[in-house]
Every structure is written in structure tokens, then in C-alpha cells.
T-cell receptor, first 114, second 108 residues
Framework: NAGVTQTPKFQVLKTGQSMTLQCAQD?????MYWYRQDPGMGLRLIYY???????DKGEVPNGYNVSRLNKREFSLRLESAAPSQTSVYFC?????????????FGPGTRLLVL | DAKTTQPTSMDCAEGRAANLPCNHS???????VYWYRQIHSQGPQYIIH???NNETNEMASLIITEDRKSSTLILPHATLRDTAVYYC?????????FGTGTSLTVIP
């Protein structure tokens, strides 16, 4: 049982390049989330997917798109990377039923945009 | 959004109890309080959560005041591996709002 996995672990991009961050969970959770964490800061929600086929904006969605490919996978796409998107990106999942909202996090993807 | 306020940093001697406070004065009646920790730059790790009653699990205890405006996370016997940033979070709807947390340093 791997929990939440993320690929890649590290990535360096040039300004304007695009990339997709991948996330998968094997806990049969309904909801999945993407966060970013800047140095010295807490996590901020970018997008979330309450269930397969649905996505919603979080606190900081600008510059990102997401796809809930199936129940297991939730990807985050940067169409045209900017230095301001240099951050650590965390994916999380939760069962999201009443009383079971605990989120479980992946190990993170460290992104540097030059 | 229910905001939380935590001290920026705390120290604790190894083997002693670590008591981490959190204020959440704007919390609504049906909002849960969650605690997570983050060691180095790893993904946040779930510790415990509660609504009104005090809670205990194998990692920690959570004490919530009767008016629910504040809570305390207790690590009963802190070890060096408990050095981390601890986040107190109020679950609003289905979203977590992380603050900057408390950086706990356990001292040998």
C-alpha cells in the first residue's frame, strides 16, 4: 500500500515551458487535492477534486490546470511556467465522507522555474 | 475561513511533554480541528483531530476548550524525531487552510 505517490520528485523548467505533475493514490479515496508550499510558508490549496469527474478551484488556482483522470489519478499542469511558480507541490487524498476528511499527503514535487 | 493562530516556535526537552497551543476563536460549531506535522520538507503527516471532546491516539492528545476557541496538542514524551513544524488547522467545508505553524525543536 503505497498511499499517495507523486512524480517527478524534482524538476527544473525554463520560463514558458510546460509540464504535468502526476499524482496517484491507492486508498480508494474520493477526493484529491493539489497544494503548493513556498519557503517558510504553510500549504495553499491550488485545486481539488471532490469526486471523479469534478474539479474546483482552491485558494491559488491561477496559472494551473488539473485533470481527474480516474478515481486514482489527479494531475496538475503548468501550461507556461513562471518563476513565481517555483515551489514544492504536494498532492493529497481523502475519503471525504462525513467524519473521514483526513487528508493523506504525498512526498512532494520540488519545482524550480528559471 | 476559520483562522488559527500559533506561536512561531517552541523548544521542548527530550522526554518531557510538549504542549502546543492554538487559537481558533472564529471556529464554527461543526468545524473540526486538525493537527498535522511536517518534518523537514516531507509531506504533512496527520496527527489527530477533534470536534468538541478531548481526543487521544498513539501519537498525541488533543485538548479542546469548552468554548472551542482554542486547543492544545500534547506530545506526552517528546523525542528528537518529534522536531518538526506543527500545523493547527480548522476544516472549513472540505478545505484545509494551513497557517505557518509552530516550529518545535526537541532539545537533547
Amino acid at each position: 500500500n503505497a498511499g499517495v505517490t507523486q512524480t517527478p520528485k524534482f524538476q527544473v523548467l525554463k520560463t514558458g515551458q510546460s509540464m504535468t505533475l502526476q499524482c496517484a493514490q491507492d486508498m480508494n479515496h474520493n477526493s484529491m487535492y493539489w497544494y503548493r508550499q513556498d519557503p517558510g510558508m504553510g500549504l495553499r490549496l491550488i485545486y481539488y477534486s471532490a469526486s471523479e469527474g469534478t474539479t474546483d478551484k482552491g485558494e491559488v488556482p491561477n496559472g494551473y490546470n488539473v485533470s481527474r483522470l480516474n478515481k486514482r489519478e489527479f494531475s496538475l499542469r503548468l501550461e507556461s511556467a513562471a518563476p513565481s511558480q517555483t515551489s514544492v507541490y504536494f498532492c493529497a487524498s481523502s475519503e471525504a465522507s462525513a467524519g473521514k476528511e483526513t487528508q493523506y499527503f504525498g512526498p512532494g514535487t520540488r519545482l524550480l522555474v528559471l | 475561513d476559520a483562522k488559527t493562530t500559533q506561536p512561531t516556535s517552541m523548544d521542548c526537552a527530550e522526554g518531557r511533554a510538549a504542549n502546543l497551543p492554538c487559537n481558533h476563536s472564529t471556529i464554527s460549531g461543526n468545524e473540526y480541528v486538525y493537527w498535522y506535522r511536517q518534518i523537514h520538507s516531507q509531506g504533512p503527516q496527520y496527527i489527530i483531530h477533534g470536534l468538541k471532546n478531548n481526543e487521544t491516539n498513539e501519537m498525541a492528545s488533543l485538548i479542546i476548550t469548552e468554548d472551542r476557541k482554542s486547543s492544545t496538542l500534547i506530545l506526552p514524551h517528546a523525542t528528537l524525531r518529534d522536531t518538526a513544524v506543527y500545523y493547527c488547522i480548522v476544516l472549513t467545508g472540505n478545505q484545509f487552510y494551513f497557517g505557518t505553524g509552530t516550529s518545535l525543536t526537541v532539545i537533547p
